[in-house]
């Protein structure tokens, strides 16, 4: 007998053999990502295997946590470079940011170039806790420092969950949505699944990232998606070449 439910595909089938990763922490020893160039070395076979053609790798900066300099991050990316290389690793790869958005990331904005995606498109995420009480400000001051905000995984932000009118807000005010792969798998949790599945079903992501830190995020792409909103979900992944290179 045949079955009417059509199975769903596994997360890694989805990347084709050429998506563009925007956000990843590959870069050894600078954030929370991966711990060594062994790592890293491991980390970047993975995402060749897995249909990644190109990554940009976007460290933390945060003041008070990761208070990592653009000329520090470069200067890893380089070191990285080398390491790969001398193992026949070419994947292509570039270096820019994820800038956490409190009262310290003004200074950042109006005191040197950000790291960016590409041309002026930056990546920026928040606390998990809570919005900062000057988000809007924030977000109008950037664009007018001649910057594009691309949010960081909309969707874990517990607190939007039971005010899902603030997703309207930040899209209206000039925010872009990256969605974390990975939510579409459960990895967070169901709660982050749900409002994954609401945010695609309203068409609010513009890009998606991989976000990956360690073996664990890369082994979770062999899980099938948990979302039914397949077709908006590539589209996503499809807007990615955007930022080839």
Avoid at 57 to 72: D, G, K, L, R, V
Wanted: hydrophobic fraction near 40%; charged fraction near 25%.
């Amino acid at each position: 007998m045949l079955s009417f439910f059509k199975s769903k595909p596994y997360l890694k089938d989805l990347l084709s053999g050429d998506f563009i990763d925007i956000h990843s922490h590959l870069l050894p020893g600078i954030d929370d990502g991966a711990r060594s160039i062994q790592d890293t070395i491991r980390l970047v076979r993975a995402f060749k295997e897995l249909g990644i053609s190109q990554f940009i790798t976007t460290p933390h900066i945060s003041h008070y946590i990761w208070n990592n300099s653009p000329e520090a991050v470069i200067t890893k990316h380089k070191e990285t470079q080398i390491s790969l290389n001398a193992q026949n690793i070419t994947m292509p790869f570039r270096p820019a940011a994820e800038y956490f958005m409190d009262d310290w990331f003004e200074n950042h904005f109006k005191s040197e170039k950000l790291l960016t995606l590409k041309d002026n498109y930056v990546l920026v995420e928040m606390s998990y806790m809570n919005a900062p009480v000057q988000l809007y400000k924030i977000l109008f001051d950037i664009q007018i420092a001649g910057y594009i905000p691309v949010l960081a995984h909309p969707e874990r932000y517990l607190f939007y969950h039971k005010n899902l009118i603030e997703y309207d807000r930040l899209k209206k005010a000039g925010c872009l949505f990256q969605l974390n792969l990975l939510s579409t798998v459960g990895y967070y949790g169901s709660r982050i699944t749900k409002i994954t599945e609401y945010l695609l079903k309203k068409g609010m992501y513009d890009f998606a990232g991989t976000d990956v830190h360690h073996r664990k995020h890369i082994a979770s792409f062999n899980e099938k998606i948990k979302i039914n909103s397949i077709d908006s979900m590539k589209e996503v992944i499809k807007n990615n070449q955007f930022f080839k290179f």
